[in-house]
């Protein structure tokens, strides 16, 4: 089977969003990424690629909010606020833990509040959530999104109350880094991407799928040629495999029916704007890997340090500050160059870039989708449309294949796993 896998990318290189771009001698990862294994299997497979270039980098992400600066996940470390918001956060927070069950919460806004108590909500959840989804939260389910949203135990919030200094564990405690060695053709965690296409036998970049007849089970793509594009297809023997986005799929597939077109099509998402700075200046050393902000008038929802992933990412005389700013994507995108000058100025007003670093060079990227949004009613409409694909041999896998929050490390088991159930039933 794997000798016959013929794998198409859109792009001009293989990885998708899991790609790095250059400023000059600055590197930038297009979206934050890093490796978090949740299975040995998973580990043991990235690992043997890698080697010693996949490095431990666990993270210290910032919270920042108008009563202090906490760890991430603030939840659990409560200590960096003022005394009074802390109190009356662990007072709300007894109340939900030692009081009466509280109904099933329907959207995110339910979730926060009945996890976390107003104090903590009005604080940082709320606005940073409203800063990031761009629309009312009552409009967005919470299933799905538990990754950051789940209420530790109480002891471990007290803990994180009272001790400045302490390991509570988060879920992304544990991460890893590619950190090649100096004068690498690629750094990043694009890194990871060129190491999983080396193992493929037959990888066709710039072949952009057109349509597929799922009836025929083929799938037609035009291929870029000295220049010009080929028309091609080719039918798949066992099954087929997408990460697609999953309404641009079913638009694609020509035996979906009308109404399940009309249903993706409503399905909702959001871009990130990736802006990246190339910095000359002296490197901070007190700002973690990244920091979340929640004060809305800022552009931004967090700041992103390229050199704590990896020093290399740019020359000792400076650093890259990679900027996200969340849109929905059925809103105007706006200028480029504006954009880029009002996430400089939010930086600057922070304090994050100070009056003695000097800007190189500045760049607005765009991931679009970057985060799926669902409403009430969404996930089943999703699985109708993975079992309707299901029934023409197409599976779905990846965070928008299967329209899902999901991250790197979850990909990529998926993906493992559903080859070896391949494999094993050819």
């Known amino acids: ?111 926060f509040i009945q996890a976390f108590g107003p104090t903590l909500c009005r604080l940082f959840l709320l606005p940073y959530n409203r800063k990031m989804w761009k629309r009312p939260l009552s409009s967005i389910t919470h299933r799905g999104l538990s990754w950051n949203v789940e209420r530790p135990d109480f002891a471990v919030v007290l803990r994180g109350a009272l001790e400045a200094e302490h ?23 694009e890194v990871v991407s060129h190491a999983l296409a080396e193992q493929v036998k037959d990888l066709r970049l710039e072949c952009g799928v057109t349509a597929i007849d799922a009836a025929e089970r083929t799938v037609h793509f035009g291929q870029r040629v000295n220049g010009s594009m080929m028309q091609q297809s080719v039918r798949y023997e066992h099954r087929l495999l997408s990460t697609i986005p999953l309404p641009r799929l079913i638009e694609l597939c020509c035996d979906a029916p009308q109404s399940l077109r009309d249903r993706m099509a409503k399905l909702r998402r959001n871009r990130v704007i990736s802006v990246f700075v190339a910095i000359e200046g002296d490197r901070p050393t007190t700002l973690g890997h990244w920091r979340y902000f929640a004060n809305e008038s800022l552009c931004f929802t967090r700041l992103i340090f390229m050199h704590e992933f990896d020093p290399a990412m740019a020359p000792a005389s ?45 760049r607005a990227e765009i991931v679009d989708p970057a985060y799926v949004v669902l409403g009430e009613g969404d996930q089943e409409a999703i699985d109708g449309a993975m079992e309707f694909l299901g029934g023409f041999g197409i599976d779905c896998r990846g965070r928008y294949g299967m329209w899902k929050y999901s991250g790197m490390s979850q990909c990529l088991r998926e993906g493992f796993e559903w080859a070896e159930a391949v494999l094993a039933a050819t």
């Open 1 to 111: 089977m794997g000798e016959r896998a013929l794998v198409l990318e859109r792009t001009g290189r293989p990885g998708g969003l899991v790609r790095s771009e250059r400023l000059g001698e600055y590197w930038f990862d297009l979206v934050i990424h890093l490796l978090y294994f949740q299975d040995p299997s998973t580990e043991a497979r990235i690992r043997a690629l890698l080697g010693d270039v996949l490095a431990p980098c666990p993270p210290q992400a910032w919270v920042e909010t108008d009563a202090g600066t906490c760890r991430f996940p603030i939840q659990m470390h409560l200590h960096g606020l003022e005394p009074g918001v802390r109190v009356q956060i662990l007072t709300e927070m007894a109340q939900l833990e030692f009081g009466a069950q509280t109904q099933e919460p329907r959207t995110i806004e339910e979730n």
């Open 167 to 189: 390991e509570n564990a988060a879920y992304n405690s544990r991460g890893n880094y590619p950190r090649p060695a100096a004068g690498a053709p690629v750094r990043g965690m």
């Open 318 to 362: 400076g650093w890259g500050l990679l900027v996200e700013v969340s849109q929905r994507a059925e809103d105007p995108f706006g200028d480029p160059a504006e954009l880029c000058q009002r996430a400089i100025a939010d930086a600057r007003r922070v304090g994050v870039i100070r009056a003695t670093d000097r800007i190189l060079e500045s």
